[in-house]
């Protein structure tokens, strides 16, 4: 009824001539119809949108790749070579063997995730490090905890 | 060799001994065994052979890595104490057998000690003892030694030069990975002494302590047993049957930890324990570093 007369005003007044005021625009028009009620509800369909921004928690799984990858990146063995010992991947399917510079002279690769028998594995490490290099290099085992040093940087 | 033996007969030694002191057949009650004494009725239980017929009733629901085979145990029933275990279970052995770190259970076991101690010792320093503002005595002519104040260190009843200071709280975290890598070496710990057990599940006949004290005196369990079971609901059975019992106790299994499994001697874990020990210790081994608090919500908590 208010929007009616609002209506009828506004009529009266372009029959006069005269500018409506802007403002008195607005308010017809942003004035609702008291016929409709609002009613609030509650959709949980779009939480969806929501769920699939969480980011996921663990590693995921690589994808298969026959031979080496382009980055280099060599998948594991399906079935591991019968050897006393067994390095296993780090979490993210990547070899253990870290390169360390200590007093800025000092260079040790570290072989961690070692199983089995560690001994035959430094033997091995050194005999072909030997080959490669020339000369035996000297390395450290800790039995505790299942790690191989050896002096200088082989990647 | 010779001192192994001497241990190993040690306990029958001392049965024999008393025996023939008294007319009583018991042990005295102040008597003091050693603690690595080996009970030989707990060594005629071995552990499963391959081809035993006894079903398999659960198997490991995560990937086991392709060099490691899963372990096996017998699984064991509270209902009656002479009877045959009802079957086998697998055990992953990345939880239950890896490499015994005993320096990661020992920091683990030190942390869980002093990471809630607060020592309340404080003492007063020289300046918040009260009075000592004035010089005693002139600084020269009285004969006497020089002094400035009558609260300082060397005074009776002054103030303590170095001593401790207020609350100091030991407060400190070990990184998430080794408290979780204690566990399982707790776990595995457990396992390879043969002092681990695996009941389907904790329901007893009766609320009777003392009949769950005869039943792990006849399965030969160890003189203290840790009973972990998963789930906020537990039988009324069980919880009064262990509520005035000093050495066996049971815990939630979110509250398993290095400590609890260090003190009792043995461990009795349900069959829904080992699946959710093994899903939430494994979970850490391939997890990525937190964004986030973890507490937050993830897509694939465990």
Redesign the interface.
Known sequence: MAACLNLALRGAFLSQGRNVPAVWIRFVCNHPPENMKTVISESTEEYKFV?RL??????PTPPKHAGPAPSGWTPPA???PPLPY?I?RS?MHNIPVYTDLTHGSRKTTLVRKV?GDIWALENDVKQYLKEVVGKELPTQVNE???TLKVKGHFD | MFRCSVVFCGRGAAKRFASSFSSESALPPNLLLPTNLVDPARLRRGPPPSDSPLPLLSRCDAVV???LRPLQTWVETLERPDAEPLGLTELHPDVFAV?P?L?ILHQVETWQRNFKRVSHAHTKVRGEVRGGGKKPWNQKGSGRARHGSIRSPLWRGGGVANGPRGPTSYYYMLPMKVRVQGLKVALSSKMAQDYLYVVDSLDLPSPDPQYLLDLIKHKHWGESVLIVDVGDEFSENILQATANLKTVNIIPAVGLNVHSMLKHEALVLTLNTVRFLEEKLL?H????T??YP?AL?????P
Do not use: G
């Not at chain 1, 969480?54 to 590693?59: E, F, M």
């Not at chain 2, 081994?285 to 990525?288: H, L, N, Y």
């Not at chain 2, 919500?297 to 908590?301: A, K, Q, V």
């Open positions: 769920e969480i980011p996921p928690s663990r590693v399906d079935t591991p067994m296993r979490r199983e505790v905890t299942m | 890595p392709a060099h490499h770190r320096d979970w081994d391939e997890r990525f937190s964004l973890f919500p993830y897509s694939d908590l």
